[in-house]
């Protein structure tokens, strides 16, 4: 393999290790000022936008053991990758394209299991890591909370009971 190539194929090998996803898009007809803009938003959740030779990510994705997404390599293709929201992240790159109409998603993977357009669109309509992470932590605290209810009821009991015979007497 060439220097160049080795070179190529190594920086996308690179992308792909930044997270457990990586979701591909068509970057045509976007200028330098909308990239930019668009790897603002996506830097707010944590994530890269790069523009990647499809040659040279096919074989990194290889490298990687990621699943075959040579069936989305064609044309324009960047990748986006890091933070750990998928979720947020997916969301963020679906209201890009709602208002620029511009940045297609085409598939992508996340952990070993191949993603389509679609998928990811349904992904963006999760709730974000924090709001699954304070949901979860509702769960737990909730048992914990009626636990400490039930604990305290004979208290209360016993308190009532003194208080209305202090009262009477």
Same mark, same amino acid.
């Given at each position: 393999?060439?220097p160049? &190539?080795?070179?190529?194929?190594?920086?996308?090998?690179?992308?792909l290790?930044?997270? !457990?996803y +990586?979701?591909?898009?068509?970057y045509?007809?976007?200028?330098?000022? !909308? *990239?930019?803009?668009?790897?603002?938003?996506?830097?707010?959740?944590?994530?890269e936008?790069? +523009?990647?030779?499809?040659?040279?990510?096919?074989?990194?994705?290889?490298?990687?053991?990621? =699943?075959?997404?040579?069936?989305?390599?064609?044309?324009?293709?960047?990748?986006v990758?890091?933070?750990?929201?998928?979720?947020?992240?997916? &969301? #963020?790159?679906?209201?890009?394209?709602?208002?620029?109409? &511009? +940045?297609? +998603?085409?598939?992508? #993977?996340?952990?070993?299991?191949?993603?389509?357009?679609?998928?990811?669109? *349904?992904?963006? &309509?999760? =709730?974000?890591?924090?709001?699954?992470?304070?949901?979860?932590?509702?769960?737990?605290? *909730? =048992? #914990?909370?009626?636990?400490?209810?039930?604990?305290?009821? =004979? #208290?209360?009991?016993?308190?009532?009971?003194?208080?209305?015979?202090?009262?009477?007497?």
């Open positions: 393999m060439r160049e &190539k080795a070179y190529l194929v190594k920086e996308a090998s690179d992308y290790t930044r997270s !457990e +990586v979701f591909l898009t068509d045509q007809g976007i200028n330098a000022e !909308e *990239t930019t803009e668009l790897r603002k938003k996506l830097a707010e959740r944590g994530a936008f790069h +523009v990647v030779k499809n040659s040279s990510l096919r074989l990194a994705s290889k490298e990687q053991d990621l =699943p075959d997404i040579s069936e989305h390599l064609s044309g324009h293709t960047a990748i990758v890091g933070g750990e929201d998928a979720s947020g992240v997916a &969301k #963020a790159l679906g209201l890009y394209y709602k208002d620029n109409n &511009k +940045v297609t +998603v085409k598939g992508g #993977a996340l952990g070993d299991r191949l993603l389509t357009a679609d998928e990811i669109k *349904t992904l963006a &309509k999760l =709730p974000g890591l924090e709001v699954l992470r304070a949901q979860l932590l509702s769960l737990l605290n *909730t =048992p #914990a909370s009626k636990f400490v209810g039930v604990l305290g009821a =004979p #208290a209360r009991g016993i308190v009532t009971v003194l208080k209305a015979k202090s009262e009477k007497g």
